[in-house]
């Protein structure tokens, strides 16, 4: 997972039954923000020499977070050790490059300073009132505060204060940049964080934020004894996919989604929840893929091992978060870190044990189509929020940004394709909704659905009465931009009696879309 840590883990020994801490799996340091509560009295030791922390005045050391006995079914031993951040870095910045520049007269390597200005205010003391610290991370704390002016004058916030001695590197300075970006950007949602301002010092950045007094997802899972209700897990569900859509709608990836990173706005039973954290989150375009390995080790999808993935990532996270709630064990257990990996990449998720078999079957079917490993068949948020266990009719189901791509893909690809996908020639100024639904198909999806034969067998009786013409091996090599080397593969995909796509073809030819630009578009 690269620039990883673990938490200790706790055991609890009782009649036999060994039961053990889930604590926060295997982690990239970001600075967390921890749920505004204090649950001890103890202080916590500074690793700052006396009179040399960079913390601003009146700032208490940190206190020690006790942490409460967490009962699962299942033992979670420990993460293997992590790797060391340098190396993590090593890999993200890519192999050294030599210096540039002028050599310097004496002998000695010059080197150019990392900017750490960031442009905020300088003026965080005369706005805000410091409290006590409730949360710390790898590069940094989060404190309560309150505010001495502005719009919020007299309202208690969060204060997450980023150290400026720890951003060593260019990449962790962007990081921090980026972070307050994407806050700024991502407003308006009920289960969002709200952000309020972002200032800075010589020692820190500092971003200020609504405080949620709640405690995480994870503390009222473990006071449950780990498992919701059905109707309890829906409602935690429709929010974390309700703000999930919202974020991929802005172009923005979480990256980092587990039920450490939802606070309770306050301790009632139904207060909301808020999505928190995005240290780890990136901006991305729709047709784009990440590759650097970040997140949860429990919570990572298949594709982000691969190094190659993009918001579909976010949907595995909210089916293992999912899946927890509804029988209160993991769907991937190992060891080690490594081993959680390979039970990420090639283990199935259990739906025999207790409490499966009385657990609905359209909240089993739902689990199974966001931990789908092939992330093109896996449910998009708004999809999910329109599945027959989360349905509300009252409730709207936001936009979703897998359509612009279908329907991007569609317009761009050849008249052949369409005709695969509906039978009527494609309008050139206007798309009616018959038209539009065509181009939303995902095919991978529905392929993944247990009617996905006769609902391709009956799309191919369509498409032999209206769309099937002849074809040959060169040209359907050209229709989907495959190579000479691909005919041999393809010769079976067309009848040899008429010259046209079999439904293997057929079935076959409906996942490799030809992009074509706009202005290369047939009519």
Aim: some cysteine.
């Amino acid at each position: 997972m690269g620039l990883c840590y673990g938490k200790n883990i706790s055991v609890v020994e009782d009649e036999g039954d060994r039961r053990q801490t889930p604590s926060d799996a295997v982690n990239i340091p970001s600075v967390k923000n921890t749920p505004i509560h204090s649950t001890s009295n103890s202080t916590w030791p500074s690793p700052y020499p006396h009179g040399t922390s960079p913390l601003p005045a009146g700032v208490p050391p940190s206190p020690a977070r006790s942490t409460p006995r967490r009962f699962f079914r299942r033992p979670f031993p420990p993460p293997s050790p992590a790797k060391h951040i340098k190396a993590s870095l090593a890999k993200r910045q890519g192999p050294a490059k030599p210096k540039e520049g002028p050599i310097p007269e004496d002998g000695s390597e010059a080197e150019r300073p990392l900017d750490k200005s960031f442009g905020y205010g300088k003026n965080f003391a005369a706005k805000y009132e410091l409290g006590k610290e409730v949360g710390r991370g790898h590069f940094g704390h989060t404190c309560l505060a309150r505010a001495r002016k502005g719009e919020i004058k007299g309202q208690s916030v969060a204060v997450k204060i980023i150290s400026k001695a720890k951003m060593t590197t260019a990449i962790s300075i962007e990081d921090v940049r980026r972070e307050v970006k994407i806050l700024k950007a991502l407003s308006g949602h009920k289960n969002l964080i709200k952000f309020y301002d972002a200032c800075e010092d010589a020692n820190n950045v500092y971003i200020i934020m609504e405080l949620c007094e709640g405690g995480e997802l994870l503390d009222r899972i473990l006071s449950r004894g780990g498992r919701y209700t059905e109707e309890d897990a829906k409602a935690i569900i429709v929010q974390t996919l309700s703000v999930v859509a919202f974020c991929h709608l802005q172009g923005v990836v979480h990256r980092d989604l587990k039920p450490e990173n939802f606070l309770f706005t306050t301790r009632d039973e139904d207060a909301p929840m808020k999505l928190i954290d995005f240290g780890l989150s990136d901006f991305i375009r729709p047709d784009e893929r990440l590759n650097d390995i970040v997140g949860s080790a429990y919570y990572v999808a298949p594709e982000v091992l691969h190094r190659s993935y993009s918001m579909e990532a976010d949907i595995w996270s909210v089916g293992v978060i999912t899946y927890i709630l509804l029988c209160g064990s993991r769907p991937f257990w190992a060891r080690t870190e490594s081993g959680i990996f390979r039970a990420v990449l090639r283990a199935d998720p259990n739906f025999d044990d207790s409490p499966w078999p009385a657990v609905s079957p359209e909240a089993k079917d739902f689990v199974k189509r966001l931990l789908n490993k092939d992330y093109r068949k896996r449910m998009t948020a708004a999809q999910a929020l329109s599945h027959p266990w989360l349905r509300d009719k009252h409730c709207p189901v936001p936009l979703d940004i897998l359509i612009y791509r279908l329907v991007k893909s569609y317009l761009r690809a050849t008249p052949f394709k369409r005709a695969t996908l509906k039978m009527d020639q494609l309008s050139y100024k206007k798309i009616d909704f018959e038209e539009f639904c065509a181009a939303a198909i995902s095919t991978y999806q529905l392929e993944a659905l247990e009617g996905w034969e006769q609902i391709a067998s009956t799309a191919f009786e369509h498409f032999e009465q209206e769309g099937n013409r002849v074809i040959s091996v060169e040209e359907l090599a050209r229709e989907m931009n495959l190579g000479p080397t691909s005919h041999s593969i393809i010769h079976d995909w067309i009848r040899d009696s008429d010259g046209k796509l079999s439904f293997l073809g057929y079935t076959k030819f409906l996942h490799g879309v030809t992009i074509r630009s706009s202005n290369t578009r047939h009519q």
